[in-house]
Nanobody
Framework: QVQLVESGGGLVQAGGSLRLSCVASGRTFGMSVMGWFRQAPGKEREFVAALSWSGGSLSYADSVKGRFTISRDNAKNTGYLQMNSLKSEDTAVYYC?????????????????WGQGTQVTVSS
């Protein structure tokens, strides 16, 4: 089992920045991919970004490309999502997720473990 705890969400004005963190604990040696997803009220959960835990493969949703940066610190078992130039449409609950094996995926069903989510609210 892998436990994930997100933090760093909050209220920010449009154009501002936030950095989300996701700390993994438990059987962390089994992690292959870390992903970030978000879910806005009344909408389905959508892919934001993903990063391979051991290498440099990464992927971004078109809506965040150039504004968000995903990274990880293996020594701390922590993943990050740096969010710049935030827009009101970025408002959502953000979740980190871990896939135990396999390649990067944009599909939520591919991930095995999920955090509880952290709220990001961008005011216009």
């Amino acid at each position: 089992q892998v436990q994930l705890v997100e933090s760093g969400g909050g209220l920010v004005q449009a154009g501002g920045s936030l950095r989300l963190s996701c700390v993994a604990s438990g059987r962390t040696f089994g992690m292959s991919v870390m992903g970030w997803f978000r879910q806005a009220p009344g909408k389905e959960r959508e892919f934001v970004a993903a990063l391979s835990w051991s290498g440099g493969s990464l992927s971004y949703a078109d809506s965040v490309k150039g504004r968000f940066t995903i990274s990880r610190d293996n020594a701390k078992n922590t993943g990050y999502l740096q969010m710049n130039s935030l827009k009101s449409e970025d408002t959502a609950v953000y979740y980190c997720a871990v896939r135990r094996s396999g390649l990067l995926s944009r599909y939520a069903d591919a991930y095995d473990y999920w955090g509880q989510g952290t709220q990001v609210t961008v005011s216009s």
